[in-house]
């Protein structure tokens, strides 16, 4: 059974980073692409960023919300996949889950989630 | 990157087909996908390609497409299927894109 548990989250001052985790079991990770997305309370969904199953950061693509400060990253060997949020603003807080990614031809989508790990930007 | 509407809320009563639609310019182009989301839980795809239904995701969940509309259909609604659905996409540009979420109350 496919199972993605996020860690990390908590609260952050503004300017601030942290790391998120998504140990993931129950399947081949390198296998699959993995996404982050996120949901601000009382909003919907946003796509934040994917990587592929290798981890090559020239598979790396953002949200452009989060360009230059958010980097994916992935160890195979231990079944985690990271998203590093550096110079976190107060729009940044939101509850963040990991994905897993299944592609359609040129379309990705995601066919398993985690149940999210909340982040909270405040002083 | 392109927008996917959706209606925030929909209400039914217990055994009656609830619809949610998700409208968007690039739907003709584009399949749809589906996400049933309970507070507190991982979001579930319910459906996928427009129509298509996973593994273990009752037969009363279906999907159509019609223009720049997609639809979930959930016939004979239980009270177990009260939550959040949100339908996602790509745009011609290939951009992640999910519609704003729609609350379904079955009451």
């Known amino acids: 059974e496919v199972h993605l548990v996020e860690s990390g989250g908590g609260l952050v001052q503004p300017g601030g980073s942290l790391r998120l985790s998504c140990a993931a079991s129950?399947?081949?990770?390198?296998?699959?692409?993995m996404h982050w997305v996120r949901q601000v309370p009382g909003k919907g969904l946003a796509w934040v960023s994917r990587?592929?199953?290798?981890?090559?950061?020239?598979?790396?693509r953002y949200a452009d919300a989060v360009k230059g400060r958010f980097t994916i990253s992935r160890d195979n060997a231990k079944n985690t996949l990271y998203l590093r949020v550096n110079s976190v603003r107060a729009d940044d807080s939101a509850v963040y889950y990991c994905?897993?990614?299944?592609?359609?031809?040129?379309?990705?989508?995601?066919?398993?989630w985690g149940r999210g790990i909340q982040v909270t930007v405040s002083s | 990157s392109s927008e996917l509407t959706q209606p925030p809320s929909v209400s039914v009563s217990p055994g009656q087909t609830a619809r949610i639609t998700c409208s968007g310019d690039?739907?003709?182009?584009?399949?749809a996908y589906w996400y049933q989301h309970k507070s507190g839980q991982a979001p579930v795809l319910v459906i996928y390609?427009?129509?298509k239904r996973p593994p273990g995701i009752p037969e009363r969940f279906s999907g159509s497409t019609s223009g720049t509309t997609a639809t979930l259909i959930i016939t004979g609604a239980q009270a177990d299927d009260e939550a959040d659905y949100h339908c996602?996409?790509?745009?011609?540009?290939?951009?992640?894109?999910f519609g704003g979420g729609s609350t379904l109350t079955v009451l």
């Open positions: 690039a739907m003709p182009k584009k399949y």
């Open positions: 390609e427009d129509t």
């Open positions: 990587i592929n199953g290798d981890g090559e950061e020239s598979s790396t």
């Open positions: 129950g399947f081949t990770f390198s296998a699959y692409w």
């Open positions: 994905a897993r990614g299944l592609r359609s031809g040129a379309t990705f989508y995601f066919d398993y």
């Open positions: 996602y996409s790509t745009d011609i540009n290939g951009n992640h894109v």
